[in-house]
């Protein structure tokens, strides 16, 4: 993205060049537009749960940004000569289904034929132009707190190997099924300094593009991080996912483990994540209030998981 041409236009307010969760485009003096978009393949067989799955985390870029989402439009590929139409049907209702939660509305979209089925939206959202969220700001001295806790990664290919159990499945998809609205909505009530969701790079890769971004180091207690069931024995036994080589190429210069662990225990903060949770930086005398609020808001997962330093010799990222 790098070496693409640089926009111009002043009312662009959030474009690509610093990886931000959706771009946003001011209106007028009250509003500002909201953009994203994503589609996933199915981590599950079936399509109805595909559906929210992949509508959850498409939706969630806007509540990153701190706005509303408005409208939806699908996002389809789908291999027509080996499923039958019901199996788009289901994906589809079950995307509905989030939409239709979030207060957005689905306008409309687009399906194509494709090998593997895939799915997501186009969602348009909208703000205030000064309340805008963005994945950098953070400053030194903040709190850092995550709402959900990580592993569907790893979660979803032991699951492929027959060795997670159905009771972890199941509380991993209510997890990622679970819209961050509440959340966001709670969070609108504070000073948030820089927000980002946890999606496909892992808590790593997401938390360095805040840390870079704001020019400061994370302070990660991993004792704190909040992890879904079986997930971290999973890495114990030797499961992993395609995605935590390349996402470890990406920050391991940039980070440090200062408190000793196996190898595989640090494979957890690489596991990319689908429809995963907010991570915020606020004020820390604004960070226990936050985190009640949510615990009492029905966010149970939600946990304080570091602070916001200076940079520290070069490294954007340290676990404790």
Not at 200 to 217: D, I, P, Q, W, Y
Not at 297 to 319: C, E, K, P, R
């Amino acid at each position: 993205m790098a070496s693409l041409p640089k926009n111009h236009d002043p009312k662009l307010l959030v474009g690509f060049e610093t990886n931000d969760d959706a771009s946003v485009y001011l209106l007028n003096d009250e509003v500002a537009l909201i953009n994203t978009a994503d589609f996933i393949t199915p981590p599950v067989d079936d399509p109805y749960i595909f559906g929210q799955i992949a509508a959850a985390n498409s939706i969630s870029d806007v509540y990153a940004m701190g706005g509303k989402p408005i409208t939806c439009l699908n996002l389809a590929g789908f291999p027509s000569n080996k499923l039958e139409p019901e199996v788009l049907h289901g994906i589809v209702s079950g995307a509905l289904n989030k939409i239709n939660e979030s207060g957005a509305v689905l306008s409309g979209g687009h399906t194509t034929d494709d090998e593997e089925p895939k799915f997501g939206l186009s969602v348009t959202g909208i703000v205030h132009p000064k309340k805008i969220w963005r994945n950098i700001g953070a400053v030194p001295g903040d709190a850092l707190i995550l709402t959900k806790p990580i592993g569907s990664g790893v979660i979803f290919n032991a699951n492929l190997k027959q060795k997670v159990s159905a009771d972890a499945l199941q509380e991993c998809i209510k997890i990622i099924t679970t819209l961050n609205k509440d959340a966001a909505e709670i969070m609108s009530g504070f000073d948030i300094h820089a927000a980002t969701d946890i999606t496909g790079f892992g808590l790593a890769g997401h938390g360095l593009e805040m840390a870079k971004g704001s020019n400061v180091t994370l302070n990660i207690n991993m004792d704190k991080v909040p992890f879904m069931r079986e997930s971290l024995e999973m890495y114990k036994k030797g499961v992993t996912t395609g995605v935590n080589r390349s996402n470890r190429a990406l920050v391991e210069n940039y980070m440090e483990f200062r408190k000793t662990v196996p190898t595989w225990h640090e494979e957890i903060f690489l596991d990319p994540q689908t429809s995963g949770g907010l991570l915020v930086s606020l004020p820390e005398k604004q960070g226990i209030d936050l985190l009640s609020k949510l615990h009492s808001g029905g966010v149970d997962s939600a946990a304080m998981i570091g602070n916001v330093t200076l940079m520290q010799n070069s490294h954007y990222l340290v676990f404790n």
